[in-house]
């Protein structure tokens, strides 16, 4: 009875912590599926909403550090419950307030409550991962993927059934603390705070070239997840006439060969290696977004979405893997530091392209995506052939 209660505590905390994950992801894709609203709404161009971007950045970058002492003090099973909560919640009031300066100070609520709950549910994955003593890190994102696809079909319907935004946010909110009810009392306590790899950071990442190029290349990475998250629905809405609903379908098969790519990419690894999975990935990555950009059939745009999401989708775990194997730092100081730059591109790429899109247009500025492709295949050298067992 002792073991089958265990395997039960077991999948109930993987359960819960998958959850915050799939929160994530529907809350970030119901945001980025209405950002052709809030266009409309307060009148903003391109660069105008790069900015509103950027600011949504600096409140998840800035927050950030400080959820990092608030989990040292408070635990991270109550500081991730709390920004699970808050996030829906702030994406209703992000589309609820009468003015557009309520509105930009609502967007530095959102994406502190982002940055807040990155830092917490990871911290929760990391502790159910040693928890459970098997490797379920790629699993656990692999439900932000499936949420981010779910949040983009729930939009989809939404906008069909005629759904103003802030109604979308009370309905997700509404089934989030049904579910969250159930599940979040299994969140795992935390145990004594390690802040021993906090002061070594830093100092080894950039001593250590070869873990610097793996930053490098997750910033690069998680810009493109970010710009296709953020773009494509403005994108097929502006260069191939889509409606507003029918435009989310980007995002979606995006999102849909990513969990694919996810789902299928251990099996993959073990079979190629990760030196030649990175090649192929950037490839695809690079010749999706060409495809994307350069024909004008609108199914033929989704497959290109499709394919750069397959792309992408393997390219973080393997950098991760490969960063926790960096032998001048400990494996917990390697992926620290490959997911505070993988992070800073997920949210500044963005804006970035928002300003570059104003200047050049946004099928310029996505060109982008295809040389992050071709850097990550060149770079593709310096993984390892075989996968590794950690991270």
């Not at 819960?16 to 970030?28: E, K, L």
């Not at 435009?247 to 979606?252: C, D, F, I, K, Q």
Request: glycine content about 10%; overall charge positive; aromatic content about 10%.
């Amino acid at each position: 009875m002792a073991g089958v209660h265990t395997y039960l505590s077991h999948r109930r905390a993987i359960a819960a912590v998958g959850f915050q994950f799939f929160i994530n992801g529907v809350v970030f894709a119901a945001w980025a599926t209405n950002i052709p609203h809030v266009r409309r709404v307060y009148g903003l161009n391109s660069a105008e909403i790069g900015i509103v971007l950027l600011i949504m950045a600096a409140g998840a970058v800035l927050f950030m550090s400080l959820t990092g002492y608030l989990v040292q003090v408070f635990g991270s099973r109550r500081i991730s419950i709390l920004s699970a909560l808050l996030f829906p919640a702030a994406l209703g009031l992000v589309f609820a307030v009468p003015n557009y300066l309520a509105f930009l100070c609502s967007i530095v609520l959102f994406g502190a409550a982002n940055g807040s709950m990155d830092v917490s549910m990871n911290h929760q994955a990391a502790m159910v991962e040693k928890y459970v003593s098997v490797p379920i890190m790629s699993l656990l994102h692999g439900f932000f993927s499936i949420g981010a696809l779910a949040g983009s079909f729930l939009t989809f319907g939404f906008i069909g059934g005629g759904l103003h935004p802030v109604t979308q946010a009370i309905a997700l909110l509404t089934g989030i603390l049904v579910v969250a009810w159930w599940l979040f009392p299994h969140l795992v306590v935390d145990a004594a705070a390690d802040t021993s790899s906090r002061h070594t950071l830093a100092i080894g990442a950039l001593r250590d070239g070869k873990l610097f190029m793996f930053g490098i290349l997750s910033f690069l990475t998680m810009m493109s997840d970010g710009a296709i998250a953020d773009w494509s629905t403005e994108y097929l809405i502006h260069y191939s006439k889509a409606t507003p609903q029918t435009a989310t379908l980007g995002y979606a098969v995006f999102s849909l060969l990513m969990i694919a790519g996810r789902m299928s990419g251990d099996r993959v690894v073990r079979a190629i290696g990760c030196r030649a999975l990175m090649a192929i990935s950037g490839s695809l990555a690079s010749a999706g977004m060409t495809i994307a950009l350069f024909t004008p059939s609108f199914a033929a745009q989704l497959v290109g979405f499709a394919l750069v999401g397959l792309g992408i989708a393997n390219m973080v775990p393997i950098i991760f893997s490969n960063a926790a194997r960096v032998d001048s730092v400990p494996p917990s100081v390697g992926i620290a530091f490959v997911s505070v730059c993988g992070y800073s591109g997920f949210v500044v790429g963005p804006p970035v392209i928002g300003g570059t899109a104003h200047a050049l247009g946004l099928d310029r500025a996505l060109l982008v995506i295809i040389a992050i492709g071709v850097i990550v295949a060149c770079a593709s050298v310096i993984f390892g052939r075989r996968r590794s067992r950690s991270a």
